[in-house]
Each structure stands twice: as structure tokens, then as C-alpha cells.
């Protein structure tokens, strides 16, 4: 009988992970989608993407971007327009800045920091 619960419980978690799994597959296509097809940063001649597994089994993306030379950000100001690293206005837009602010910060995680959403 601990068995069968023992796998139950072992089946359960394999299912939760291939879910997570499945939803990053999904956020990947269509951000692959929205890059390549639908140009939100320019043309884009070449691109390489990978996706490994980091401590703990978390999945983690990389996608190197080779754009036209038309679409490439060459001045610090083009790139300031691409790239934000802001906390959006608390009174501006609450809700944007509620989760900027819970989930985007990182910082000491851990023992240093059992509070930490990461």
C-alpha cells in the first residue's frame, strides 16, 4: 500500500512538472513568434536559442539575435528605448508596479533572505 501511495505521489509531481513544462514551451513559441515573424525588434537575419536546466531543474532561455543592420541599436539612447530596467509609478499604475516590485527584484535569497520571491 506505501508503494502505490509512493507512486501516486511520484505520478502527481510528474505531471505538475510536464505542465510546467509544456506552459514554458508555449511562452517560448510565441515569443519566438513575436521576435521572428512579427519583427517587434526588426528583421532578424540569424538566431540561436537554447534552453538548459539551472540548479534545482528550472528551465532558462537563451536566444542570440542577429538583426539587419537597419534595426541594429548602435547608439546608447536607441538601446535606453529597447532595454528599462524602472520601477513603474506607484500612483501611475499600482498594479504594474505591484508586481515589478514582487517578482522582478532579485536579490539575497536563501538563508540570507527567506522573504525573497525568488
Not at 9 to 14: M, N
Not at 58 to 82: G, S, V, W
Request: proline share 7%; charged share 25%.
Amino acid at each position: 500500500m506505501l508503494k502505490l501511495a509512493q507512486q501516486y505521489g511520484v505520478d502527481q509531481w510528474a505531471k505538475m512538472e510536464a505542465s510546467h513544462l509544456e506552459v514554458l514551451k508555449l511562452k517560448f513559441t510565441a515569443l519566438m513568434d513575436d521576435t521572428l515573424k512579427k519583427e517587434i525588434l526588426g528583421t532578424v537575419k540569424a538566431n540561436t536559442p537554447t534552453v538548459d536546466f539551472q540548479k534545482r531543474g528550472l528551465p532558462h532561455a537563451h536566444i542570440l539575435l542577429i538583426t539587419d543592420r537597419e534595426h541594429k541599436p548602435i547608439t546608447p539612447a536607441i538601446i535606453d528605448e529597447i532595454v528599462r530596467a524602472e520601477i513603474p509609478d506607484r500612483n501611475k499604475n499600482p498594479l504594474l508596479h505591484q508586481i515589478v516590485s514582487s517578482k522582478n527584484i532579485h536579490g539575497p535569497c536563501g538563508n540570507i533572505n527567506r522573504k525573497s520571491p525568488c
